[in-house]
């Protein structure tokens, strides 16, 4: 079998390669801008409401993904890619590295709103 190799124009791997980094920038601001709205309103509902702090947390948590998840999602399919793709980015990266950040700052944030 002959050895056939493919090759690839520098500039077009290069645009390919500033693409891919532009959707991850695109994509992490709005996983963290739709994470900080969904922790904020969180807190101000379970406060507003008077739950518990362990229900603030849950509520805050789960609003600071949904939000987070929707707003990545917007962010990725404006960069063109298809509804399939973008659940795969989406869901990716953010599950093990944000759920220990978020729940460490929203049972921060209950804990002082409670003790004054």
């Known amino acids: 079998m002959d050895d056939v190799r493919v090759r690839r124009d520098p500039a077009t791997v290069e645009s390919a390669v500033q693409s891919t980094w532009a959707v991850a920038a695109v994509a ?6 739709g994470c900080a709205i969904g922790e904020v309103l969180g807190m101000v509902f379970g406060t507003a409401l008077g739950l518990p702090n362990a229900a603030t947390v849950v509520l805050s948590i789960g609003l600071a ?3 987070g998840y929707s707003l990545t999602l917007r962010g990725v399919l404006g960069a063109g890619l298809a509804v399939r793709t973008a659940l795969k980015i989406a869901l990716a990266a953010p599950l093990p590295t944000r759920l220990p950040a978020v729940v460490s700052e929203v049972a921060a944030d209950t804990g002082e709103s409670r003790t004054h």
Do not use: A, E, P
């Open 65 to 67: 993904f949904g939000f």
């Open 28 to 33: 992490t601001l709005h996983c963290l801008t």
